[in-house]
């Protein structure tokens, strides 16, 4: 148990629809990170925010965004839904930006 | 910037056997690495990392590493495999310190057979 929660943890979506999948940090930490695992594939970095300031971004197009709120809980959103975009979503978040990140247990979002 | 290589999608080894799972790394810079355990429908758990110093890491459930840059390698082992390691193991690198921004595997899934 990690202290990081994430909602819902499975959903299914129509393609060209827009999601947002929610993720409360463990007390105290002002550092969140998002990542996408495809099915059989590592992780990918999406993007990290550090006290509310987006701080990196992986190699996603712009309709992956997010939004860090004033206490350090985080929301993805991703607009017009693609099949690929299925994926289980990962957030972890850490104490500051040099320190261990902590995972949910993940969103697992299906594009049909 | 940074990339890393799993050796082996699948490993499958008897209960009590070495569990050797193969990681190498591609980085400009001194790199952080740490190896990740997931299980069925779970989020990740870190086993170690390396970020400076002694270049053999000591994780849990009896798990070590050993940073090896002559060879750009991180190998997982343990000495004796138990069923309850049976999973996905994913390592990952870093330049920021810490676990953030992580370039991940694609994982090596163990098998532990009786």
């Known amino acids: 148990e990690t202290g990081v929660t994430q909602s819902p943890t499975h959903l299914i979506k129509t393609r060209g629809q827009q999601v947002t999948l929610r993720c409360s940090s463990q007390s105290g930490h002002n550092t969140v990170s998002w990542y996408q695992q495809a099915l059989g594939q590592g992780p990918q970095f999406i993007f990290q925010y550090y006290r509310e300031e987006e701080n990196g971004r992986g190699n996603f197009p712009p309709r992956f965004s997010g939004l860090q709120f004033p206490n350090y809980s985080s929301e993805l959103n991703v607009n017009a839904l693609e099949l690929d975009d299925s994926a289980l979503y990962l957030c972890?978040?850490?104490?500051?930006?040099?320190?261990?990140?902590?995972f949910g247990q993940g969103t697992r979002l299906t594009v049909v | 910037a940074q990339s890393v290589t799993q050796l082996g999608s699948h490993v499958s080894v008897s209960e009590g056997a070495l569990v050797l799972l193969r990681c190498n790394y591609s980085s400009s810079v001194p790199p952080y690495l740490f190896w990740y355990v997931q299980y069925p429908n779970q989020g990740l758990q870190l086993l170690l990392k390396?970020?400076?110093?002694?270049?053999l890491v000591k994780g849990i459930n009896g798990f070590e590493a050993e940073f090896k840059k002559s060879e750009t390698s991180f190998h997982l082992t343990k000495p004796s495999a138990h069923m309850s390691d049976a999973a996905e193991y994913f390592c990952?690198?870093?330049?920021?310190?810490?676990?953030?921004?992580?370039?991940f595997g694609t994982g090596t899934q163990l098998k532990v057979e009786l």
């Open positions: 990952a690198v870093t330049l920021t310190g810490g676990g953030n921004k992580l370039t």
């Open positions: 390396y970020t400076t110093g002694a270049t």
């Open positions: 972890a978040s850490s104490l500051a930006l040099t320190t261990e990140a902590f």
